[in-house]
DNA sequence: GTGATCCCATAGGCGACGCCTATCGCTGCT
DNA sequence: AGCAGCGATAGGCGTCGCCTATGGGATCAC
């Protein structure tokens, strides 16, 4: 059975006439003829009645029938689906995102996105690097934005472009005294100061106590544990210190200090999977994604990192 | 579009395997991939994305899927239709027949191919000759049981088998004197006696008035129209009497006078349009039509007519 | 009744397309 | 480094669908 034959069974049926069909459908008439012949042998059942009067369907073609339209109409549908997803006019992109980053450039992006492609629904999974990683290997998102460094078992698996370079900071509380002086630090100034630091996972954790431990100092932990937003709270409430990146730091209107060089900082890029590529939409979503920081102006704590086009790992 | 191209489509994404379902399909794993390619290509998107770990659909891969797993399951479907109904497990025969047939054979008959086709819907018809023979014509029905004469301008158009001569008999009711004597009249035994005339329409009518006119009156009318049961009921209750079919007048309890020789009669037979010829249903009908009239045994007024096999109009 | 016309079926040639085998390119594993 | 797995590519081959030309049956007009 072909779906050719079913569009002439259909052009039959309606002409009642196998010459004005064949003209119709832009066929010599023997051809025609040939094809409904060749279903009704595959089929073992007469199609039409072939008679003076005009051609009329049997039974098993008048069941045929109904079918074929739907099947044709469905596939029409189906074509018709397929281009608006390639052209962007329906579809859906899947985005990750770490908690700090899906607070901050992630929601403008998105609402950008959104607005630029009203029929993509966007997705967004927000966790950890890792986790975000390893959904990205399987297939389950897109596209993600992630925090340097990746897992290593993954990194052959992960195209990853650096965006942004972001200074970790110190964040202070109010009735706090902000560690070194004239908003500068070392780490030994961290020595038995209390710290709040986020639960295991979050990079900056490891961050923090390195900082600490290259420094020749075990911390002194305040709080350990929590999501970034309980640090955040515990340190505004003067529980202790904590590092931060900067962006989060001044949107939380914590009290910075920057420690001196080299300052710790962490690198945010956005990942996907090599071999699968960026999908149409979630090319647009990078698109969009470039535009944002772009327009945003470089500050002292933030660096743009060009994309040298060679999208490394 | 092909459908073939949907059932490599549904294996792949089932198996998220070139090698493997093309294994499964029966076919070299090119020409899957060449398939499928050359769809992608049509439809202007990638429906896979391939990968080591494995083949994935895309976007438009996964708009595609159901539709093709529909159509494939409808044609199937269809496909399995059309079987039942040439082999009669489904279908429907559309029947007509005269009056007095549909109360006399045709119910029989009617009974025993439901028992014998249960799968088998048939409709019945009730109307005059040439008004089924006009349906027949114009397909709306698939076989007819008819009584001759046919109108002379679908003769060409329908097929007719005569089956069975049916004598035409004086019936009378109660407290009515039958006319001639000892069961046997002549036309001109009718002169002055009160008839009862069915409606124009059916060929007793043309049948009693002629055979008047052929003895040299014109017939002395009782009651002039109706349909053959109301002919019947006013005959019995004495006003007038009738000429019918030796059957129905059996039937109907009436006292029976035969004319003398040349009896008149009618002949009653399958009808069917000749250039469509009978679907199987249709030819299943008649079969069981022939055993009925066969096996029921011919009386001194009906008279089977044996059928040459070839089917004359 | 004879030619004209209509309509579907058949015959034969031709080009395209799908399937095949063989092979390549790439990746991951041992 | 060598091998195995997997999909893409290349080239040959057979089939199949489409074409033109023609057949055959029926209807219609004169």
Redesign the pocket.
């Known amino acids: 059975m ?1 779906l ?1 034959q079913l569009r002439y069974v259909l052009e039959v049926a309606e002409t ?5 069909a ?1 003209r119709n459908l ?13 279903l009704e042998r595959e089929l073992g059942a007469a199609l039409f009645v ?1 008679a ?1 009067g ?2 009329t369907l049997t039974e098993a073609g008048a069941a045929l029938l109904p079918v074929a339209r739907r099947v044709l109409a469905d596939l029409d549908g189906a074509r018709r689906e397929v281009q608006e997803i390639t052209q962007l006019r329906r579809g859906r992109v899947r985005v990750g995102g770490t908690p700090s980053l899906c607070q901050g450039v992630l929601a403008e992006v998105l609402r950008a996105f959104a607005q630029r492609w009203p029929g993509i629904e966007p997705c967004l999974a927000e966790s950890g690097t890792s986790d975000l990683a390893e959904r990205l290997r399987l297939g389950e998102l897109d596209v993600a934005l992630l925090i340097l460094p990746l897992p290593s078992a993954l990194s ?2 992960i195209a990853f472009e650096p965006l942004v370079r972001e200074e970790l900071v110190i964040v202070s509380g109010t009735g706090q005294l902000p560690p070194g002086e004239r908003g500068v630090c070392t780490p030994a100034d961290l020595h038995e100061r209390p710290l709040v630091l986020p639960r295991h996972g979050y990079a900056l954790r490891e961050h923090a106590t390195g900082l600490c431990r290259q420094a020749g100092f075990e911390p002194k932990i305040a709080v350990d544990g929590g999501e970034l937003d309980a640090v955040i709270a515990l340190v505004r409430c003067g529980a202790g210190l904590a590092l931060l990146p900067a962006i989060a730091a001044r949107r939380a209107g914590l009290t910075i200090t920057r420690l001196t060089e080299p300052a710790p900082q962490r690198t945010i890029g956005l990942a996907w999977r090599r ?1 699968a590529g960026l999908s149409r939409a979630a090319q647009e979503f990078r698109a969009i994604l470039l535009e944002h920081i772009d327009q945003a102006p470089a500050t002292d704590v933030t660096h743009r990192i060009a994309a040298p086009d060679g999208h490394s790992s």
Request: glycine share 4%.
């Open positions: 072909q050719t009642r006439h196998f010459t004005r064949a832009h066929v010599a008439q023997p051809s025609l003829s040939q094809q409904i012949r060749s072939r003076r005009g051609v052959a698996a071999d």
